[in-house]
């Protein structure tokens, strides 16, 4: 088994599988944060990951209103992608398929309920923010 590699590696081999996955949806990285976001008019679908103890991330999403600029990233009315499933990210090499397995899920469980948001006015009222 490979040493295990420092999480900034994993780090930015997730933040470049995940692009590649979700760019062709409108999806771009903010700044240099774990944040996603895709602007649709007045709406916009937000999500990001975050890594668990187990050398693992978790997807959360959600959907706003787009901000003003000095907006702080957070995703008002979040959803755990799968019930928070666990994608496995400990070493680069598991990348691929944890990722590729979680951009089939964003690609079937996310983007249809961001779907259902047309304008500003089918927004959920905001709830707390993650």
């Known amino acids: 088994m490979p040493d295990a590699d420092p999480f900034p590696k994993v780090k930015r081999a997730v933040i470049r ?3 590649d996955g979700v760019g062709p949806h409108g999806f771009t990285q903010l700044r240099t944060t774990t944040y996603f976001v895709r602007d649709r008019e007045a709406i916009r679908d937000v999500f990001f990951f ?5 050398n ?3 997807i959360c999403y959600g959907v706003m209103a787009v901000p003003d600029d000095d ?5 008002p009315n979040a959803r755990w992608l799968r019930d928070q499933e666990s994608y496995r990210c400990k070493y680069v ?5 944890s990722i590729g397995r979680a951009i089939a ?4 469980e996310a983007l249809p309920w961001w779907d ?10 905001a709830r707390g923010g993650t």
């Open 105 to 108: 899920d964003l690609e079937s």
């Open 17 to 19: 599988r995940l692009l």
């Open 116 to 125: 259902g948001f047309v304008t500003a006015d089918d927004l959920p009222p």
């Open 50 to 54: 975050q890594k668990m103890r187990s």
């Open 56 to 58: 693992t991330i978790t």
């Open 71 to 75: 907006w702080t990233p957070c995703v």
């Open 93 to 97: 090499d598991h990348v691929d398929g």
